[in-house]
């Protein structure tokens, strides 16, 4: 009996000092979105959001989705000395260096609003597109799945749908 609770102890003891496992993937702290350009347009981060999401009522706009993947060594609001953007808060988006497609992790995304005519999504990888067909307000959630099995899901975020500009009469 001893033997085993030592043998059980040591095992243990080995799999905490040999840091993370060679199969073992990094986790997902984050979601980020960027527009075409890489600027960056929303980030979660822990129990809410960084930014607003937001589209014109009657178009569609295409997004980058990226996955914030996890930092070790560093507290979760140290960062380089890298322009990221900052928000209103102070903080600035994650590293460049830490983000990664979600095709690339072998995962796929499930994005879904609180209400679709404000705020409808489609595409399940690395490019997004958001769609409206009303003005408003919506909260997105965003899931990342590997396969079938959830392994993140971020907070609500803001959405929002600015109401389309008149339309010109022509003469």
């Known amino acids: 009996m001893r033997y085993a609770l030592l043998t059980a102890f040591l095992l243990t003891l080995a799999a905490c000092d040999s840091g993370q496992m060679e199969d073992e993937a990094p986790e997902i702290e984050e979601v980020l979105f960027t527009d075409a350009d890489g600027t960056v347009l929303a980030y979660s981060h822990g129990d809410h959001w960084h930014g607003t999401l937001r589209t014109t009522a009657g178009q569609t706009t295409t997004l980058d989705a990226w996955l914030v993947m996890e930092e070790h060594d560093h507290d979760d609001h140290d960062h380089d000395d890298h322009d990221h953007g900052d928000d209103d808060h102070g903080h600035s988006a994650p590293e460049r260096d830490r ?62 749908a600015d109401p389309a500009p008149p339309a010109i009469a022509s003469r």
């Open 99 to 160: 983000w990664a497609r979600p095709s690339a992790q072998g995962m796929t995304l499930r994005i879904t609003s609180d209400n679709e005519a404000v705020a409808s999504w489609s595409g399940t990888g690395d490019v997004v597109t958001l769609a409206s067909s009303e003005a408003g307000a919506a909260l997105t959630t965003v899931v990342v799945l590997d396969g079938t099995t959830t392994v993140f899901q971020s907070p609500s975020v803001g959405t929002i």
